[in-house]
């Protein structure tokens, strides 16, 4: 049995541990402050051989006969599974078991950007960067990485639940937000849905020809090859060409940016093609900029990575860029980052500009552990603070309600990720049934009012990632701290963090991470002299 002593020098608290298998397993302690009383606690929550907390350890307060209850739920997921009601086919749950998706443990990820920037002017007509600009989507143009990190993305998508909207971290749940969205591509976050039409094939034909400038015969030999209601990425590409030539400004604008939303925030899992019915957003030129194209993106990014979180799907649509960069932004320890600028020196460009594609190294299999052990202190918790001076926060980002694009529909929940706004976090309410909603575009409008509901019921956090007493606790009843089990050989109890308090200093934070990583994998000792030294660096960095 090892027995070792954690000591905060800003505060002299010690915390005493014991581990029969520290070099086998590498697991973490945590501590948290109780604000109830002055005096400082070692809180440690443990899993039983069949993955699930005790109900003992979560309610100190229930009966004898409820805490011998039997719990309900699933192996190292929720034993409350009224909030994720279909963890039953989630891959988290096959992970668990060592179940793969199938031999390629990654997704299939939809990435345009190397086309893009072959199909990307530097410099469009004036008469077409008119109307390009005025739509609200003229920053998509060099947003895209030219690569995707597929198994840095799938490691996400993993702990994504769509009952929620979020991915649900060891700490927490964080979500992409539509403050994320307008910070990384500037794109228009205020403004109207578009409410779906149906669009045959035949109808698919008719607007090519009224609004692409094409024959009869040419579109109906296209759309007849596309099997359905569809356009070619590469033929409006070809078409864009064609008309920008022939001085048909109008006919190439559509063509155009019909090609830069089908390859960005309308990818789909075709990887070629563009629904057809996308072409009515630009029958009026001039019109298309009342769109909310921020909320369009994240409808679209949230229905796929609804889908792709599930056991049987095997692909990822949508913008797998805002995905990336938005993991880049918040998660600096973990992946590859290639960085083109420093924000401080930025010229007002989208923050998605900021990244360049770097080849990781890590499968996803090594990136599942490293995601189980993060914690608070490893998070950028806001990371676009220093870009207020081109996108100031609004409000409307605070909404809590439905968004519609289409006939698509998901919740948006940022009660459920105060942190990321600067808010303490509390157990939020039960998620929105969007099936049942009526009145979205309503509620969309008079958002103030759903606002007003996210923040009363919280405060100005005075640390980046302070909890209200007794969230962590009901956390770990419904969700899953991690998605691999501890090793079959070593004692099946698993500590569960309930609060960090870590470095309050974001560089002491990132040293002390760093240096606590290293430990892990070599398996060291604290009683070891070669690891003396940084052992004291480590308690060093955490008194900050």
């Known amino acids: 049995m090892y027995t070792g002593t954690l000591k905060s020098k800003s505060s002299g608290l010690k915390i005493v541990y014991r581990n029969t298998s520290l070099k086998c397993s590498g697991l973490l302690f945590f501590w948290t402050l109780n604000r109830k009383s002055s005096r400082k606690s070692s809180v440690v929550r443990r899993r039983g051989a069949d993955g699930r907390i005790p109900v003992r350890t979560l309610d100190r307060g229930a009966s004898s006969s409820a805490a011998a209850a039997e719990p309900t739920g699933y192996p190292g997921g929720p034993y409350d599974t009224s909030l994720l009601v279909k963890y039953e086919h989630h891959v988290a749950r096959h992970i668990w078991f060592g179940e793969e998706r199938g031999p390629k443990k990654e997704l299939k990820v939809a990435g345009h950007g190397l086309k893009l920037n072959s199909r990307v002017p530097l410099a469009l007509p004036p008469q077409m960067e008119s109307w390009v600009s005025r739509s609200g989507l003229a920053s998509l143009q060099r947003t895209s990485l030219n690569k995707i990190d597929t198994n840095l993305v799938s490691a996400f998508v993993e702990r994504w639940h769509l009952e929620t909207s979020s991915f649900h971290m060891p700490f927490g749940e964080m979500s992409i937000t539509l403050d994320d969205v307008a910070c990384l591509l500037h794109l228009p976050i205020r403004g109207i849905f578009w409410s779906p039409q149906d669009v045959t094939e035949e109808l698919a034909v008719e607007l090519a020809v009224d609004y692409l400038g094409v024959s009869q015969s040419q579109a109906q030999s296209h759309v007849r090859s596309c099997r359905g209601s569809y356009y070619k990425l590469e033929w409006l590409y070809d078409i864009f060409v064609h008309h920008r030539a022939a001085s048909s400004w109008a006919y190439a604008t559509r063509a155009y940016l019909l090609m830069l939303v089908g390859s960005t925030i309308f990818a789909d899992k075709t990887f070629t093609l563009v629904e057809a019915r996308y072409l009515l957003l630009f029958r009026d030129l001039d019109g298309c900029s009342g769109y909310s194209w ?139 049934d969007c099936m049942m909603a009526t009145d979205i575009d309503v509620d969309w409008i008079s958002y103030h009012q759903s606002v007003v509901d996210v923040i009363g019921s919280s405060s100005v956090a005075t640390t980046p990632s302070e909890v209200v007493d007794g969230y962590l606790e009901w956390y770990y009843r419904v969700s899953h701290p991690r998605l691999v089990p501890p090793h079959r050989d070593a004692p099946r109890e698993v500590p569960v963090p309930v609060y960090d308090a870590g470095p309050s200093d974001p560089d002491w934070a990132r040293v002390s991470t760093l240096i606590r990583r290293y430990l892990r994998q070599v398996n060291a000792e604290e009683e070891d002299p070669q690891f003396s030294d940084l052992f004291e660096a480590l308690h060093i960095s955490r008194s900050h």
């Open 294 to 432: 921020g909320a369009a993106a994240l409808v679209t990014l949230y229905r796929y990575l609804g889908d792709a979180s599930m056991y049987s799907c095997k692909q990822l649509g949508g913008y797998p860029t805002l995905l990336q960069c938005w993991i880049h932004e918040y998660f600096p320890t973990v992946g590859k980052r290639g960085e083109n600028w420093n924000p401080a020196g930025n010229c007002g460009l989208p923050r998605a500009m900021r990244w360049s594609y770097r080849q990781g190294v890590l499968k996803v299999d090594d990136l599942r552990p490293i995601l189980d052990e993060l914690t608070p202190t490893d998070v950028i918790w806001r990371p676009f603070e220093d870009h207020r001076a081109w996108r100031v926060f609004d409000e409307i980002c605070l909404y809590r309600g439905c968004l519609k694009w289409g006939e698509t529909v998901v919740p948006y929940l940022p009660d459920r990720c105060l942190r990321q706004f600067g808010y303490r976090q509390y157990v939020p309410s039960p998620p929105l």
